[in-house]
């Protein structure tokens, strides 16, 4: 006897789509089978036509708790990513107070989780100057991994590193098999003239060039070869990087990228100035730029997309001055992760089984968890999306469940409307409501 049975007609598996059934036992996948086996299941679902796919993985979220809970949180961070089909999450490590570089404010992250999760969440530590005898003590406590700044991060308490201070950590990391996730941009190494016009997005954009990521990232490369540490670069915005990151993987490194969703699809072209709601770092770039970051998604070149849901209250976006200089650079949109990806995805006619290659299967790879999440497989956990890729929406803030409802998808009418999500076989969300709160997990390595 099962638990629970999920049956459709559009299943995504990793060998394709197929109709068939999902039986799950005690939060685990315990088959997948054409037709349901007679009298089995306690609960039989039939979805029909939707889409069946394995829930989302987002390993580059903001959630800013404790001490910047006014920014976002652990509570509505997570009901807005079970409200996009969103059941595991990575948070970052620098916008909370204490910042997670050392072990002891780690277990004050751990304990600001309590009675919040909503879904499954797992932690990535600090590498900052002078942390080096920390790393060891942060994996010992349970981090997936690291992530460092080569440029300043907007948080004083979280200093960009030196190629120093790599060298420092990179061999400790490197001896645990973890990852190490780097802002590449390099911003001492290219003196840009700032224009006076701060509302100007053109202006923004000139100040953050593609040569900034591009010698970040050839570092990166170069440390990689070096003490053969896993490298992950993230929000790579400049399409210039594309060729020296296919050539690092041809050579075998342990070199991986990721992309987001708003570098696919918006362009800088169409980005009215004082618009802050899109400023993020790296900066959205233009038409052709992006179109090549399309073009190396689909050829794997880089790995995945991810949101890197980065919130802020209003007064720091600068949302009436428009400011973009002075404004929080951070995008919002945790809930919106599939919908605006397959949008992007639809009109360059790429099919549906690439939202559960990009947004599911290759981000389970980064924390280590392709063994039990991002597939629809035997023995993997029943953490589920039921999805309708025809139907569309305009967004709206009264739909968004993240703290402050500042963000560039506000009345864009997208594709993929998230119907249910599941956690462990459990509903956590169904048609804009939380039958079940609280069943998050904390995932730890």
């Not at 290659?357 to 980064?366: F, R």
Request: glycine content about 8%.
């Amino acid at each position: 006897m099962f638990d629970l049975a999920i049956s459709g007609k559009f299943i995504c598996t990793p060998e394709g789509m197929r109709a068939g059934v999902v039986l799950i036992r005690n939060g685990i996948i315990a088959d997948v089978v054409a037709a349901l086996p007679r009298e089995a299941s306690r609960t039989v679902i039939d979805i029909g036509e939707k889409v069946l796919m394995a829930g989302i993985i987002d390993p580059h979220v903001h959630l800013n708790e404790p001490g910047r809970t006014n920014w976002e949180g652990f509570d509505t961070g997570t009901r807005s990513a079970a409200a996009g089909g969103i059941t595991t999450l990575v948070d970052m490590p620098l916008n909370a107070s204490p910042v997670t570089t050392t072990a002891i404010a780690f277990e004050q992250k751990l304990a600001a989780t309590k009675g919040q999760l909503h879904v499954n969440c797992g932690f990535w530590g600090g590498v900052v100057p002078g942390n080096s005898a920390e790393i060891e003590k942060l994996i010992n406590k349970g981090v997936l991994g690291f992530k460092a700044f080569l440029t300043h991060s907007g948080i004083d308490e979280f200093p960009n590193v030196t190629e120093a201070d790599l060298q420092l950590v990179m061999p400790v990391i490197a001896r645990y098999n973890l990852p190490l996730l780097v802002h590449c941009e390099m911003s001492t190494q290219l003196q840009v003239q700032a224009g006076n016009d701060d509302r100007s997005y053109q202006q923004y954009l000139s100040s953050r060039p593609k040569a900034w990521e591009d010698e970040a990232i050839a570092l990166m490369i170069r440390l990689c070869e070096q003490y053969h540490c896993r490298v992950h670069i993230v929000h790579l915005s400049s399409a210039d990087s594309i060729e020296q990151i296919k050539q690092a993987r041809q050579k075998g490194l342990p070199l991986t990228a990721e992309t987001a969703q708003h570098y696919l699809f918006f362009n800088a072209e169409a980005i009215p100035d004082g618009q802050t709601a899109f400023k993020c770092a790296p900066p959205i770039r233009e038409k052709e730029n992006n179109e090549r970051l399309w073009q190396a998604l689909q050829e794997g070149i880089i790995d995945f997309v991810a949101t890197d849901h980065s919130p802020a209250p209003p007064e720091m976006k600068e949302i009436a001055s428009g400011n973009l200089r002075k404004a929080w650079g951070g995008i919002a949109s945790l809930q919106l992760a599939l919908p605006v990806l397959w949008t992007g995805a639809r009109k360059r006619n790429i099919p549906v089984t690439c939202m559960a290659k990009w947004l599911c299967e290759k981000p389970a790879l980064l924390p280590g968890l392709h063994e039990t999440k991002g597939k629809i497989a035997k023995g993997y956990d029943a953490d589920l999306l039921v999805w309708d890729p025809d139907r569309s929406f305009t967004v709206t803030a009264e739909q968004l469940h993240h703290k402050h409802k500042i963000t560039p998808y506000l009345n864009q009418q997208l594709y993929g409307v998230v119907e249910q999500s599941w956690l462990n076989g459990e509903l956590i969300f169904e048609q804009g409501q939380f039958p079940a709160l609280n069943k998050g997990k904390l995932i730890m390595n």
